[in-house]
């Protein structure tokens, strides 16, 4: 069954190791920024927050793309690019509503998240699991599951 | 440039107003970097007896080869001769901004000279600017972080800064080098108050080149699934990794090796208002440094009361400081006046002994109010722990004679109160009571920066040793007896030297055998080492160059009139006061074992047995010739037997 | 007679509980007996985390009694009254 990146804020503890790793394997580089997945920190209210492409399941990339270079992976159902079409005209990054995609300042064009043929470094090496590739109704289950637990503590049913 | 530095040393001259770009590779092969290379640069740069608040002194930092591309990697060191205890002086800080200065390009930044105005430092990647800082002075840490990266229009800005107590030369103000993390001890923020340097600011885009990444891929593929396993089964990772060090409270609490009332007390009745279970009322979240899986820090939030606050970085030092050691029972007080040390920029441990001592003077008679500005100094007195901080950062009435350090304090009250500050060379002892545990008592004395444990402890001790293995292993039975002395000193050194390793190479040492036998040591550092930068240095070059290192610092120290063995001596407390209570109930450290200790430790090192003193020969050895022939013009050489 | 337990730590971690208590239908335990108890009950991860192959404590746990408010080492052999506290403590180091 298809897995997609599920991400759970409350996790992350802001490390940034996905950032470290992407950067490592995709680029052979230690430069957090070219790694796909970054990770927003804002101190003062305890918010760390993973950030990445979710491959939506309809791209607005891959409509916008003149040329075809965002393709979807049948297989992964990752969106990828495709680096010797593109052109670096950037209308991919003025759509995309979550900044997912960015631009390669050395090579001129974009560059974002391609699932790592299915096998995520970031979800591989993160530490808490904040980032975690699942099963789609795992991940909801987790989540409903979790609301559970907060629910029925805050009204004290715990048995 | 080799691969893992960023390759570039700035050097700042504040009243001239000029930067100037040198090359790491002067110094990276003898002393790698981060503190290694900010101690020879000190040393080389002072000149002796100098007052560290003087225009020429240094404020250096600089951050390691592996910082920013090894997980753990991510400390920055920060030194200047120290204006709390006038020799050597350094601090460890982790977060994100190490990392940053590496992906810019730099490996170390040295400031000298003076600024007639408030500045701070700008990096942008290549481009490097002195800013005007006026409105900046003045601020908090935070809101200093908040204003620059305003300013400068990028959140992702990293900014190291001091605080209000740095600019008005606390001498235990510290170097923050972000949200919650702060190089703490020895005052380096009153250094660079001093300079009216407010903050370096840094955004790093360039990334850093390793050697071989494909070998580093492949060495993280085993090595971080295996560092997730070994969290899991050590002794003491599962617990910083879940609790992190504040479970040392009640920890040392059951014991009875809790310093309480300044340790004259090592237990409590209760200790549940400072325990892990207190605190998670008031922690959101747990807070890691750049790419640590060890993830041991958290957030902290008190939402309503008297002493609603939030911040992040809370350890077990700040909690016993602030907290058990000044019978501080109040974990939203205790957490209110950790954030106000980080915000304004103050060492919670020094700040906790200043207040201590005070409160202990009082409690003995030798003092009343007169002395503190009408004020009554009472053990546990929560609001008066956090005026008491606010008062020192500022220097504001009895805070003025505070914020000179407990032993000035201590010198200022007289009648012998020096015997209630417990500190070796002007450094005050971070928690825990040690008269049980003689190995640490002792190794504390010895780190180059005065009484402190992060120099390393003799492992053995501290995580335990059968009779057999250290038969077996030392052929010295007493190793496995914390109660004894003998062999504790040689064992130290080795310790000391993964330590120095690590502060040189920007890793953190809960990561290593500083921390637990599971940690990495000399052996797979260097390998770690070689990967990213192509070299090819072994455990033993790397014992070397940690010696190289740390006898540099103790001669700077013998440069200030240190003489070690006159002066590596634990606290007056330690050495005349017999535990109350717990498991140590009776013990002290007494003077032949501490002869014994230092008699084993200054032979490890190959220095003087007498004196403790590197010889010309051994310095000659390390490549130190131009130390020993400066040291024997000015006759500190030890006499040869 | 009872007496209390409390764990640290990693043993924490395998018992799930910070304390316990034993009851004994006897006027003397000691350490040992009590330790023999807590295998039976939390397994071999429990026994392979105090003891060695030879059943000595391992180096790292420091096995502490809390009796009338005194807190002292203790061997395995060492006898325990009504109301001991025996404390398994991990190794504390810096911070």
Not at chain 2, 86 to 113: C, M, Q, R, S, T
Not at chain 2, 343 to 366: N, T, W, Y
Not at chain 2, 530 to 544: H, P, Q, R, W
Request: aromatic share 8%; net charge neutral.
């Amino acid at each position: 069954m298809e897995k997609i990146l599920n991400i759970t804020p409350e996790l992350c503890n802001g490390c940034r190791l996905c950032e470290l790793v992407c950067a490592l394997y995709k680029e052979g580089l230690h430069k957090p920024s070219l790694s796909r997945i970054r990770i927003i920190r804002i101190y003062d209210k305890a918010v760390d927050m993973p950030t990445v492409c979710l491959h939506c399941e309809n791209a607005i990339c891959i409509d916008v793309c003149p040329i075809g270079a965002m393709k979807r992976n049948g297989e992964t159902g990752a969106i990828t690019l495709d680096a010797e079409l593109c052109v670096g005209c950037r209308a991919c990054m003025l759509v995309c509503p979550y900044g997912a995609i960015s631009l390669d300042p050395q090579r001129r064009i974009v560059f974002k998240c391609d699932l790592c043929e299915g096998d995520p470094k970031c979800v591989k090496y993160c530490p808490t699991k904040a980032i975690d590739f699942v099963v789609a109704d795992k991940s909801v289950m987790d989540k409903r599951r979790i609301m559970t637990e907060k629910i029925t503590r805050l009204t004290g049913m715990r048995g | 440039m080799p691969f893992g530095w960023g390759g570039t040393i700035l050097r700042v001259d504040l009243s001239k107003k000029k930067i100037v770009k040198t090359s790491t590779v002067e110094y990276s092969r003898d002393y790698l970097g981060g503190r290694g290379i900010n101690s020879k640069m000190l040393y080389d740069e002072t000149k002796p007896g100098m007052d560290p608040f003087d225009p020429q002194s240094r404020y250096i930092i600089g951050v390691g080869p592996l910082v920013g591309i090894f997980p753990g990697a991510s400390r920055l060191t920060v030194t200047a001769k120290s204006p709390l205890t006038g020799i050597h002086g350094d601090a460890n800080a982790g977060g994100d901004w190490a990392a940053e200065l590496k992906l810019a390009g730099y490996d170390n930044i040295v400031f000298f000279g003076k600024s007639d105005q408030p500045v701070y430092l700008w990096i942008q990647d290549d481009y490097v600017e002195l800013r005007d800082a006026k409105d900046l002075w003045g601020k908090t840490t935070s809101t200093t972080g908040d204003i620059i990266k305003e300013e400068l229009r990028d959140p992702e800005i990293k900014v190291l800064s001091i605080g209000p107590a740095g600019e008005n030369l606390v001498r235990f103000a510290n170097t923050v080098a972000g949200y919650g993390r702060e190089a703490g001890r020895t005052g380096t923020g009153a250094v660079a108050g001093s300079k009216k340097l407010k903050a370096v600011a840094v955004k790093g885009t360039k990334g850093v080149k390793t050697a071989n990444p494909q070998k580093l891929r492949e060495f993280l593929d085993e090595y971080l699934p295996e560092l997730q396993e070994k969290i899991k089964k050590d002794v003491i990772w599962p617990m910083w990794s879940t609790h992190g060090t504040i479970i040392y409270i009640e920890l040392n609490n059951e014991i009875g090796t809790l310093s309480i009332k300044n340790n004259q007390l090592t237990q409590i009745e209760d200790i549940l208002p400072l325990s892990v279970e207190t605190f998670k009322k008031y922690m959101p979240k747990k807070y890691a440094c750049f790419g640590c899986p060890l993830h041991c820090s958290h957030y902290f939030h008190v939402e309503e009361g008297p002493y609603s606050t939030s911040g992040a970085g809370v350890e077990y030092e700040g909690v016993a400081a602030l907290g058990t050691k000044l019978l501080n029972l109040n974990y939203p007080a205790v957490l209110k006046a950790n954030a106000l040390c980080n915000e304004l920029g103050m060492d919670v441990v020094s700040a906790g002994h200043a207040i201590a001592v005070v409160m202990e003077c009082f409690q003995r008679g030798l003092i009343d109010e007169k002395f503190t500005d009408g004020v009554q100094f009472e053990w546990g007195d929560s609001n008066l722990i956090i005026n008491a901080l606010e008062k020192i950062a500022y220097r504001v009435s009895y805070g003025n004679i505070l914020a000179e350090g407990s032993l000035r304090v201590a010198k200022k009250i007289g009648k012998d109160a020096e015997k209630y500050v417990l500190q070796c060379k002007g450094l005050e002892s971070p928690d825990g009571d040690h008269r049980g545990r003689k190995g640490c008592a002792l190794a504390y004395c010895v780190s180059t920066r005065g009484y402190d444990h992060l120099r390393g402890v003799p492992q053995v001790e501290v995580y335990g040793i059968t009779v057999e293995e250290a038969n077996k292993y030392y052929g010295i039975e007493e190793l496995s007896n914390r109660l004894a002395y003998r062999g504790k000193g040689m064992v130290l050194v080795p310790i000391q030297q993964v330590a120095t390793i690590a502060d040189c190479l920007g890793m953190c040492k809960f990561h290593t055998q500083w921390m637990t036998p599971l940690g990495l040591g000399l052996e797979e550092m260097a390998t770690i080492f070689n990967i990213v930068t192509g070299l090819n240095m072994t455990a033993k070059d790397f014992e070397n160059i940690a010696e190289r290192v740390f006898t540099t610092e103790q001669c700077f120290n013998i440069r200030e009139g240190i003489l070690p063995r006159r002066d590596d001596v634990p606290p007056w407390r330690y050495m005349n006061e017999p535990v109350p209570s717990g498991v140590n109930k009776g013990e002290l450290i007494t003077e032949e074992g501490r002869n014994l200790f230092l008699d084993e430790y200054y032979e490890t090192h190959n220095w003087d047995k007498k004196t403790g003193k590197p010889t010309r020969a051994r310095l000659e050895q390390l490549g130190l010739k131009y130390i020993a022939d400066e040291h024997e013009k000015l006759g500190l050489l030890p006499k040869p037997e | 007679m009872r007496v209390k337990v409390r764990y640290f730590g990693l043993i924490e971690d395998i018992t799930a509980k910070r304390d316990d208590f034993i009851e004994v239908n006897k006027d003397r335990i000691t350490i040992k007996e009590v330790l023999l108890t807590l295998i039976q009950k939390y397994g071999e991860k429990f026994k392979e985390a105090i003891v060695d192959q030879q059943g000595r404590p391992k180096p790292y746990v420091t096995i502490v009694v809390k009796s009338k408010g005194v807190s002292s080492i203790a061997e395995l052999n060492t006898r325990l009254e009504h109301d001991d506290t025996i404390l398994f403590v991990p190794p504390v180091g810096g911070g």
